[in-house]
């Protein structure tokens, strides 16, 4: 009679696990889609069209938001997934302004007479000059690409430079005519000049919006911010103007 007994307890034990297991499985999942704003059938969806041709074309950044947007299925659905983008996107634009502001504070504070940047290695010297001319690339060197989204002569540079990618570290890019909020803007450009999303991921090229940085680095090293492109090499902790020209 044990023995009979035991036989059901253990298929109803075993049957428990899987069903944990299930659970614990759908968890991660079920947790995303709350994280986006999303219900069952929407992540459902949005998988659905990743396993397609989306998936294939698309920068691995793209959001599932973004991703059912462009599939909607009519008008409504389409304003529907725009104002909900709209809306992460100005509470995550909120955050990091928030956090820059506390940073800033928060250095100013402990390091009242710290010097962040030493202004005289970033000086265009003579022979950072003749570095720029003569180049000969190095495993440490980082190129600062400042362009914008509409700028077909950067284009050109920009593929040009990635095709020597191999010799150096990689590349910043800086994009002058996007705003804070507006990343999804900087993700379709990378995706149009087919900037490789695994190259993101390994950090040999970066995205950034320019907030600034293109007005502080020209003002070190002499170039005119008005023109773009902009190339700036930095190798260690310096930072010499590259011609145009040497692309």
């Known amino acids: 009679m044990a023995e009979s007994e035991s036989a059901p307890t253990q298929r109803q034990s075993t049957v428990q696990s899987l069903e944990l297991s299930t659970t614990e499985r759908l968890d991660p999942k079920i947790s995303r889609a709350e994280q986006w704003g999303l219900n069952d059938d929407e992540w459902q ?3 659905s069209l ?6 294939s074309v698309s920068p691995v950044t793209l959001s599932p938001i973004e991703v059912l947007g462009i599939h909607a299925r009519n008008t409504e659905e389409r304003r529907r997934y725009a104002e909900q983008w709209a809306m992460m996107m100005r509470e995550d634009a909120e955050r990091i302004l928030a956090f820059q502001h506390a940073y800033d504070k928060a250095h100013t504070r402990l390091f009242p007479n710290g010097v962040l940047i030493d202004t005289r290695a970033l000086a265009p010297s003579e022979s950072r000059r003749g570095l720029a001319e003569d180049l000969s690339w190095q495993p440490i060197d980082r ?5 914008d989204t509409q700028c077909t002569t ?3 540079v920009l593929e040009r430079l990635v095709s020597q990618l ?3 570290d990689g590349i910043d ?9 507006e990343e999804s803007r900087i993700r379709e450009w ?3 000049k087919q900037i490789d999303p695994t190259w993101v991921s390994e950090q040999r090229v970066t995205l950034n919006i320019d907030a600034g940085a293109l007005d502080k680095v020209t003002a070190h090293t002499g170039q005119q911010s008005a023109t773009l492109p ?3 090499l930095w190798r260690g902790e310096q930072l010499t103007p590259l011609p145009v020209s040497r692309f």
């Open 166 to 168: 191999e010799q150096f």
């Open 154 to 156: 950067c284009d050109a």
């Open 190 to 192: 990378a995706a149009s």
């Open 45 to 47: 969806r949005y998988q």
């Open 143 to 147: 190129v600062l690409f400042f362009t």
């Open 173 to 181: 890019l800086y994009l002058v005519d996007v705003s804070a909020g």
């Open 50 to 55: 990743m396993q397609g041709i989306r998936g």
């Open 230 to 232: 902009l190339l700036v």
